[in-house]
Nanobody
């Protein structure tokens, strides 16, 4: 059973940086994508960034980047967020797609597994 566990949310000030982590366990041995989406009240869930098994990634903004550590049993990805703005405040969700196609990373329908979410709050 695939499990995704997020950590690192919290309250920061505008202009600060913050790093979120997501650890995936129970996934197959074949490469797969892990991505971050976010959702704020009254808005649809939107793509933030995603990373392939070998580290190639796509991001919705240059202020955010991803890295990934793989070991035999699990993968941990990191979302590094810089120059945070109040509009970045949201619940951030980690998600896993059962393939490694970066061209599909922004499509929310590709993701079969989701974490519980972590709140990021940015004060002005």
């Amino acid at each position: 059973q695939v499990q995704l566990v997020e950590n690192g949310g919290g309250l920061v000030q505008a202009g600060d940086s913050l790093r979120l982590s997501c650890t995936a366990s129970g996934a197959s041995d074949t490469p797969y994508i892990i991505a971050w989406f976010r959702q704020s009240p009254g808005k649809e869930r939107e793509f933030v960034a995603g990373i392939q098994g070998d580290g190639g990634f796509d991001s919705a903004t240059e202020r955010f980047s991803m890295t990934r550590d793989n070991d035999n049993a699990k993968s941990t990805v990191y979302l590094q967020m810089t120059s945070l703005k109040p509009e970045d405040a949201a619940v951030y969700y980690c998600a896993l797609a059962p393939h490694n196609l970066l061209r599909l990373v922004r499509n929310i329908r590709e993701y079969s597994y989701w974490g519980q979410g972590t709140q990021v709050t940015v004060s002005a």
